[in-house]
């Protein structure tokens, strides 16, 4: 299996895994009750914590596709409360937590953990601010947490890249979430009647698609077939345990 292949088989499911907790009940109850912050304030301090207490302009930047605005009011209210760092470190133990309670017992997640570490260990992040920051935490020890905090860390690099190349095509990033989410445009800050995108710009995200994939291949290129068999058995068994219904 060649580098895109092992792309195209693992990262929808490492997206759905690596996202798993953001909002999640577990996630949202404990920033409430320990933090004074809200879902989507925890989700943008404890996301963006990992770059430290910054301008809410850098978080925008590393984020792309919310509205500037929506994301400096969640993020000025949020520090206003919770050091940034801190914040990270407590939303990525939310994850931790999760997944000690869901994974423990899967076969395999040693082995993926070593697998997607070696993709991520292979990774200049140069420009890859949100992936750079993550990468620099803590791996947990243990093989549930660990497996978790690897697909979010491999998440977070995709979605960097990504970010990366839609700037390459000359896209502005609402546009690019405009068409791939079209149904979330207000719950991202931007008003409804906002314009559609054109067939060109449409053909520019598939463009980026593409740069997406060749800025990547490199990194998920240095693993033989064991651990490409890894990196697919351990992203499924977790994306089947976290998502029973197949949702």
């Known amino acids: 299996m060649d580098a895109r292949e092992l792309m195209n088989r693992t990262c929808p499911a490492t997206g759905d895994v690596g996202a798993a907790f953001y ?5 949202v109850a404990y920033g409430k009750e320990n933090l004074g912050l809200d879902g989507f304030r925890f989700y943008f301090l404890g996301r963006g914590g990992v770059l430290g207490d910054v301008d809410p302009s850098v978080v925008h930047a ?3 596709y919310f509205n500037p605005g929506l994301v400096a009011k969640m993020w000025s209210t949020a520090a206003e409360k919770v050091a940034p760092r801190d914040a990270a470190r407590q ?16 076969d395999g997640l040693d082995a993926y953990a070593a697998a997607a570490g070696a993709i991520i260990d292979a990774v200049d992040d140069s420009a890859l601010s949100l992936f750079a920051g993550l990468r620099a935490e803590e791996v947990p020890s243990d093989a549930p947490a660990a497996a978790f905090h690897q697909a979010m860390v491999l998440r977070e690099l995709r979605g960097s890249v990504h ?3 839609v700037a390459a095509v000359g896209l502005p990033s609402v546009v690019a979430h405009q068409i791939k989410r079209p149904n979330d445009v207000q719950s991202f800050g931007w008003p409804e009647d906002i314009a559609a995108p054109t067939d060109e ?3 520019a ?3 980026a698609e593409e740069i997406t994939n060749d800025m990547l291949a490199p990194a998920f290129a240095v693993l033989d077939d064991a651990g490409a068999e890894a990196l697919i058995a351990g992203i499924d068994a977790m994306h089947a345990a976290l998502n029973p219904k197949g949702d």
């Open 23 to 27: 909002f999640h009940p577990d996630t």
């Open 62 to 64: 590393a984020f792309g």
């Open 91 to 106: 939303y990525l133990a939310c994850g931790h937590r999760l997944a000690r309670r869901v994974l423990d017992g899967i």
């Open 163 to 165: 970010l990366v190349a």
């Open 201 to 203: 710009q449409r053909a």
């Open 205 to 207: 995200l598939d463009r």
